[in-house]
Each structure stands twice: as structure tokens, then as C-alpha cells.
């Protein structure tokens, strides 16, 4: 069974580039025909699909946010990471990564593993 562990700074000044981590055991981040995503859910609103990387290392990105998302991989270590660039208060929430075989979807269901998320609060 994949499982995935988020990890990164828990607090971010405003302006500043939001990075986390998301490190993958019991699968490869090749593993064909998979997608692995960042997802958020601010406090009080529903999930939101921020990016993804491919198994061949594609890119895909939320179109309100593509200007301030990059994400990447490390396949010897078998991450990906998520950096979000200016962030503001708006940016403050719980992030997650997930795997799956599509692209995004703001709903569990359509992801087959998730990490446990991780509280990011954006504060001077």
C-alpha cells in the first residue's frame, strides 16, 4: 500500500514562497499511469486541487494559481514538492498530497491514497 508523508514549515510570512515536501513509500512516483497531486482545504471551505506531477514528470496546475505553483520530483529520494510563491493569508490551510489515476478532483473518492496533511498558516 502507497503511503505518503507531507512535511514542511508550519508557518509562512506573507510574501514569502510556501514549500512542502511530499515523500512516497511502499511505490514509485514512475509507477505508470499515476498522478500524484497537492490538495488544500482552507478553514471553513472545501478541498482544493492545487497541482499535480506525472509518472513521467508532466506538470498540471490549478489555473487561478499556475502564475505561483511550481511543482517537482526528487525520483532518487521518491518525492514530489509543492512551492507556492507570494503567499497571503487566503493561502492558509491544510494541505495534503495524494496519488491516483486522474487529475483534479475535489473529492477523496477520486484519489486512491492521501497523506495525513499538513497545517500551514500564513502570518507575520
Known amino acids: 500500500q502507497v503511503q505518503l508523508q507531507e512535511s514542511g514549515p508550519g508557518l509562512v510570512k506573507p510574501s514569502q514562497t510556501l514549500s512542502l515536501i511530499c515523500t512516497v513509500s511502499g511505490g514509485s512516483i514512475r509507477s505508470a499511469a499515476r498522478y500524484w497531486s497537492w490538495i488544500r482545504q482552507p478553514p471553513g471551505k472545501e478541498l482544493e486541487w492545487l497541482g499535480a506531477?506525472?509518472?513521467?514528470?508532466?506538470?498540471y496546475y490549478r489555473p487561478s494559481l499556475k502564475s505561483r505553483t511550481s511543482i517537482s520530483r526528487d525520483t532518487s529520494k521518491n518525492q514530489f514538492t509543492l512551492q507556492l510563491s507570494s503567499v497571503t493569508p487566503e493561502d492558509t490551510a491544510v494541505y495534503y498530497c495524494?496519488?491516483?489515476?486522474?487529475?483534479?478532483?475535489?473529492?477523496?473518492?477520486?484519489?486512491?491514497?492521501w497523506g495525513q496533511g499538513t497545517q500551514v498558516t500564513v502570518s507575520s
Open positions: 495524494a496519488s491516483g489515476r486522474s487529475i483534479g478532483g475535489t473529492a477523496r473518492n477520486e484519489y486512491d491514497d
Open positions: 506531477i506525472s509518472n513521467l514528470g508532466n506538470t
